[in-house]
C-alpha cells in the first residue's frame, strides 16, 4: 500500500511558477510508473510527467516540455513537479501517482497513457490568471 500526499499547488500569474512536492508513504517498487497528471474542470485526466521508477527516461505531455520539470529522489519518497513560466491553460488539479504494478517497458512516456493501475494522491488545485 502507497499513500501520496501533494502540497504547493495555488494561485499565480501566467508567466510565474510553482514547485508541486509529493511525499510518498510506503514502498514503490522499481519499475512502476511515478508521475504527475492532472485534470480541468470538465476535461479527461491527463499525464503531465512520468518515469519508471529506476529509470532514466522522462516523458512529458507535449504542452509542458521545457516548461515543467519532474524529479525525485532515490527512493523515491518525495517527488517534486518544477512548473515555471506558467500559462492559464496548465490550471488544473494535480495528482501525484504511483503505479500498482511493473510496467512492460523502460520509457516514461508510456506511463502517461497506457498505466491506469495507480495509487493516486488527493491532489492539489493549481490556478494560474491571465
Known amino acids: 500500500q502507497v499513500q501520496l500526499v501533494e502540497s504547493g499547488g495555488g494561485s499565480v500569474e501566467a508567466g510565474g511558477s510553482l514547485r508541486l512536492s509529493c511525499a510518498a508513504a510506503g514502498n514503490i517498487p522499481s519499475g512502476t510508473c511515478v508521475g504527475w497528471f492532472r485534470q480541468a474542470p470538465g476535461k479527461p485526466r491527463e499525464g503531465v510527467a512520468a518515469v519508471i521508477n529506476g529509470g532514466a527516461s522522462y516523458g512529458y505531455h507535449a504542452s509542458v516540455k521545457d516548461r515543467f520539470s519532474f524529479f525525485h529522489d532515490g527512493a523515491p519518497k518525495m517527488l517534486y513537479l518544477q512548473m515555471n513560466d506558467l500559462k492559464p491553460e496548465d490550471s488544473a488539479m494535480y495528482y501525484c501517482?504511483?503505479?500498482?504494478?511493473?510496467?512492460?517497458?523502460?520509457?516514461?512516456?508510456?506511463?502517461?497513457?497506457?498505466?491506469?493501475?495507480?495509487?493516486w494522491g488527493q491532489g492539489t488545485q493549481v490556478t494560474v490568471s491571465s
Open positions: 501517482a504511483a503505479g500498482r504494478s511493473r510496467a512492460p517497458v523502460y520509457y516514461g512516456n508510456w506511463c502517461l497513457t497506457n498505466e491506469n493501475n495507480y495509487y
